[in-house]
């Protein structure tokens, strides 16, 4: 159950099969079937538990209970009160220094999906669409906002710290020199 309820956590929206989940955990269908339902009864019956399981279109999701909705319509509301989360100061980073850059592109450096943090950067005001890529498709182009430079007390992008010169070759230390640089740089900022 603790490795199940782990692999929807980090799965979110997108949740995982009864399949998935016997390949992930190398379960027997009765097992993921048995424990599948004990946690849907375990969030059902705890009176203090802000989530519960549900099976939406073949799959198994962790979800917030309806009796929260109202609180958790106000977060949704006021998003500027919600620190930056570590995938989003990523692609934050990404996008201040490539500009402007697809949502491909990104997940390319990232070698992670980036739908939410890009979602949650363009409600702060902090990146916005720029334009479209040409070719198939015609993919958004991401960029930095007047807000960013705000937040940031930059005048110019051009005021940002420069890369280090040198070379890189793999994706992941792509993201890790991107990250370290720019949390370096405005570590006293808060966002």
């Given at each position: 159950m603790s490795k199940i309820e782990s692999l929807l956590f980090v799965t979110g929206d997108?949740?995982?099969?009864?399949?998935?989940i016997e390949n992930l955990t190398d379960a027997t269908p009765w097992e993921v079937k048995d424990a599948l339902t004990k946690l849907q009864e375990d969030y059902v019956n705890s009176k203090v538990r802000g989530i519960e399981l549900k099976e939406l279109a073949g799959t198994y999701q962790l979800i917030s209970k309806k009796q929260n909705a109202e609180t958790i319509q106000r977060l949704v509301d006021n998003?500027?009160?919600?620190?930056?989360?570590?995938?989003?100061l990523e692609v934050l980073a990404i996008v201040a220094y490539k500009q402007p850059i697809t949502r491909i592109e990104i997940e390319?450096?990232?070698?992670?999906?980036?739908?939410?943090?890009?979602?949650?950067l363009s409600l702060k005001g902090l990146i916005q669409e720029v334009g479209r890529a040409e070719g198939t498709g015609r993919a958004i182009l991401y960029g930095t906002t007047k807000e960013f430079l705000n937040v940031f007390a930059l005048n110019d992008i051009h005021e940002l710290p420069p890369l280090p010169e040198t070379e890189v070759?793999?994706?992941?230390?792509?993201?890790?020199l991107f990250m370290t640089k720019f949390q370096e740089t405005f570590s006293e900022q808060k966002v």
């Amino acid at each position: 159950m603790s490795k199940i309820e782990s692999l929807l956590f980090v799965t979110g929206d997108e949740g995982l099969s009864a399949k998935q989940i016997e390949n992930l955990t190398d379960a027997t269908p009765w097992e993921v079937k048995d424990a599948l339902t004990k946690l849907q009864e375990d969030y059902v019956n705890s009176k203090v538990r802000g989530i519960e399981l549900k099976e939406l279109a073949g799959t198994y999701q962790l979800i917030s209970k309806k009796q929260n909705a109202e609180t958790i319509q106000r977060l949704v509301d006021n998003p500027t009160t919600q620190p930056l989360s570590q995938a989003s100061l990523e692609v934050l980073a990404i996008v201040a220094y490539k500009q402007p850059i697809t949502r491909i592109e990104i997940e390319d450096l990232r070698g992670v999906k980036s739908e939410r943090p890009l979602h949650t950067l363009s409600l702060k005001g902090l990146i916005q669409e720029v334009g479209r890529a040409e070719g198939t498709g015609r993919a958004i182009l991401y960029g930095t906002t007047k807000e960013f430079l705000n937040v940031f007390a930059l005048n110019d992008i051009h005021e940002l710290p420069p890369l280090p010169e040198t070379e890189v070759n793999d994706e992941e230390d792509q993201t890790d020199l991107f990250m370290t640089k720019f949390q370096e740089t405005f570590s006293e900022q808060k966002v």
